[in-house]
């Protein structure tokens, strides 16, 4: 069975950091996008940080320039190095594996979250 295993959350202050992983099993983990999505208290979820199965990287505009995307192929995981964080980063973060083998099909894994909070 698929299972994204995440560890890394806890409390911080402001200006602190956090490094986020996700591990995955029962998967092709180089085949896969990784991504991480945050969910705070009355908010949507929210992209946060994607990667490629090429490398590629993408962030979310509220991020850009604080969070880091990276992914370790020979050990099926991928991490979000979190700097200089603010309280407004609160949130529950989701690790999701996504396959698009095709252009009219795809399949995707969520993990089970991860809670970070930042506050003084």
């Known amino acids: 069975q698929v299972q994204l295993v995440e560890s890394g959350g806890g409390l911080v202050q402001p200006g602190g950091s956090l490094r986020l992983s996700c591990a995955a099993s029962?998967?092709?983990?180089?085949?896969?996008?990784m991504e991480w999505y945050r969910q705070a208290p009355g908010k949507q979820r929210e992209l946060v940080a994607s990667?490629?199965?090429?490398?590629?990287?993408k962030y979310g505009d509220s991020v850009n320039g604080r969070f880091t995307i990276s992914r370790d192929n020979a050990k099926n995981t991928v991490y979000l190095q979190m700097n200089s964080l603010k309280p407004e980063d609160t949130a529950v973060y989701y690790c999701?594996?996504?396959?698009?083998?095709?252009?009219?099909?795809?399949?995707?894994?969520w993990g089970q979250g991860t809670q970070a909070t930042v506050s003084s």
């Open positions: 999701n594996a996504l396959f698009l083998p095709t252009m009219s099909s795809s399949q995707n894994y």
């Open positions: 029962g998967i092709i983990f180089r085949l896969y996008n």
């Open positions: 990667i490629s199965r090429g490398g590629s990287t």
